[in-house]
């Protein structure tokens, strides 16, 4: 079945920086690809999304970019904010009735103020 | 903050026990999913409900269940409870239409086996 890797399993920098995220997917049929923020004790918030007729989305601080050849998808979020400190989730979505989600195992992200 | 809503927040049970949580969609949602998250991972698929029908289930065993009502809320349903059910468990409503496979969730119920 999908598998999703997700890397790296924990990331630190300094408010201001760019943090970047990275997923890779085994079902070349996935064509539906969220990205989640799960702060403590809640559930996950979708932040972004990209399908596979797009290779680029931006929205503010937020892009995410898609290489469906090389079946890989990447988070990166500018001039970060202690705020942005949580676990990302990367998820992929397989064809058919379901529409299930597959997640990666998520990045524990702190920001330095 | 999502309009899915879910209860209890938290519950405690003993192994062999069992438990059904609920989940209420977000309006204009029809369809739901549930998924399982365990400590330090992500979440894990265990089915979705469409209609009032399962549509499509994930590698959890048939102690797992589900109902969803016309009023498209949910339940899940685990039957002779185990140590490794502990977990937080996840509902998520989908829209209708060509955004099906947008999944918002609720904020979880967290369950612990003892």
């Known amino acids: 079945g999908e598998n999703v890797e997700q890397h790296p399993s924990t990331l630190s920098v300094q408010e201001g920086d760019s943090a970047v995220i990275k997923c890779t997917y085994s079902?070349?049929?996935?064509?539906?690809f969220p990205w989640y923020k799960q702060e403590l004790g809640k559930g996950p918030q979708l932040i972004i999304d990209i399908r596979s007729n797009v290779g680029e989305k931006k929205d503010q601080r937020i892009a995410v970019t898609l290489n469906k050849t090389a079946k890989h998808f990447s988070l990166h979020i500018t001039e970060t904010q202690p705020e942005d400190s949580a676990v990302y989730f990367c998820a992929a979505s397989l064809q058919g009735g379901s529409e299930k989600l597959v997640f990666g195992k998520g990045t524990k992200l702190t920001v330095n103020p | 903050e999502t309009g899915v809503t879910q209860s209890p927040t938290h519950l405690i049970k003993t192994r062999g026990q069992q438990v059904t949580l609920r989940c209420s969609s977000q309006s204009g949602h029809n369809t739901v999913s549930w998924y399982q998250q365990a400590l330090g991972q992500g979440p894990q698929f265990i089915f979705q409900?469409?209609?009032?029908?399962?549509?499509g289930r994930g590698n959890f065993p048939p102690r797992f269940s589900g109902l969803q009502f016309p009023n498209y809320s949910s339940e899940l349903n685990v039957n002779a409870l185990e140590l490794d059910d502990s977990a937080l468990y996840l509902c998520?409503?989908?829209?209708?239409?060509?955004?099906?496979?947008?999944?918002?969730f609720g904020p979880g119920t967290r369950l612990l086996v003892l």
């Open positions: 409900y469409y209609r009032e029908e399962e549509n």
């Open positions: 998520a409503s989908s829209p209708k239409g060509l955004l099906k496979e947008t999944q918002y």
């Open positions: 079902d070349s049929a996935s064509n539906y």
